[in-house]
């Protein structure tokens, strides 16, 4: 395994212990099942891609790793809600994710939309308690940005979108680049920011963490786009070609997928040119530059 490689793994394996102790099994009572739910569709496996920027961006200004991975952790269940309620009927009706089925079809719809609501609410909680960092100060600043990263004027609000864009679709490349900043690009900020946040960064590094994930989430969203055409259902774990039968508006659909590949690269090296202020340091986050575009699910 490469450095990254066992950086990434390493980083998953400590969120898996963090989350599975931030969601305990419950009882044989109907709470419990909703905590066997939350378990199931949270310690899946998935790539923990979001925790990994938080855990590293974190390592630049020598923030105790325990604090990262709650932040970490926090940042996951945000993203598998969105996952959980995604899949539902009412929005994608999907049958498989991360290799199994959906959380719907595992338990039922119901008890999928309360598995999203309470991993959405816990989050909050855990940003919430002095165990993830002892200022309030920051706890707060922390809490303030994944709402807004998550909430309506960010993931949900590129979800509302790109559910309007079902029945008035979308044409222009930079409406698709805004609905893709909302819906997937905020949380990545969000992951990169708050290692800065939890180590009181100046706000220079602050800045050029953010200007990175901005580059990284979109290169993220255009290579999603090209493995939908060219991924491998397996492999992904995830039904692909949905966005094409469903004729939905892509980067791909939109730029062709040359075109769509050489901007994810010109992303990538973007990003990589805003880490120049963390020299060596940064190792890691160009590596995981190069993750996300040559990922393959
Ligand atoms: C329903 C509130 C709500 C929001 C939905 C993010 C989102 C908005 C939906 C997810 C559907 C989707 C496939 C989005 C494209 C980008 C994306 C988030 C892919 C999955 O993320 P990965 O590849 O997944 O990091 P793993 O399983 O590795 O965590």
Do not use: W
């Amino acid at each position: 395994m490469t450095t990254f490689e066992t950086a990434l793994h390493e980083t998953a394996r400590h969120i898996d212990d963090t989350l599975a102790f931030l969601l305990p099994e419950g009882d044989r009572d109907a709470e419990g099942r909703l905590y066997e739910a939350m378990r199931y569709a949270t310690l899946a496996g998935g790539k923990r891609l979001r925790p990994f920027f938080t855990v590293v961006s974190a390592s630049l200004f020598d923030v105790a790793e325990t604090r990262a991975y709650r932040v970490g952790a926090a940042v996951e269940m945000v993203h598998t809600y969105s996952l959980v309620h995604d899949d539902l009927p009412a929005m994608d009706n999907d049958e498989l994710r991360r290799g199994r089925p959906t959380c719907h079809r595992q338990f039922d719809e119901a008890t999928a939309i309360l598995t999203g609501d309470s991993l959405l609410t816990l989050a909050f909680e855990i940003l919430c308690e002095p165990e993830t960092h002892p200022d309030a100060s920051v706890r707060c600043a922390l809490i303030d940005g994944l709402a807004k990263a998550a909430g309506g004027r960010g993931m949900v609000g590129g979800q509302m979108i790109d559910l309007s864009a079902e029945t008035v679709p979308i044409t222009r490349i930079e409406d698709i680049a805004r609905l893709q900043r909302l819906k997937t690009g905020r949380l990545f900020d969000f992951s990169c920011e708050a290692g800065a946040m939890l180590g009181n960064a100046p706000d220079a590094a602050r800045r050029a963490l953010l200007a990175y994930a901005h580059d990284i989430g979109l290169a993220f969203q255009i290579v999603d786009d090209l493995l939908d055409i060219e991924g491998d259902e397996v492999e992904m774990g995830k039904a692909v070609g949905k966005d094409t039968s469903a004729g939905k508006a892509t980067f791909v659909s939109l730029l062709g997928v040359d075109s769509a590949r050489n901007k994810a690269v010109e992303l990538t090296e973007k990003a990589i040119t805003h880490l120049s202020p963390f020299g060596e340091r940064a190792a890691l986050l160009r590596d995981a530059a190069h993750f996300v575009l040559e990922r393959r699910n």
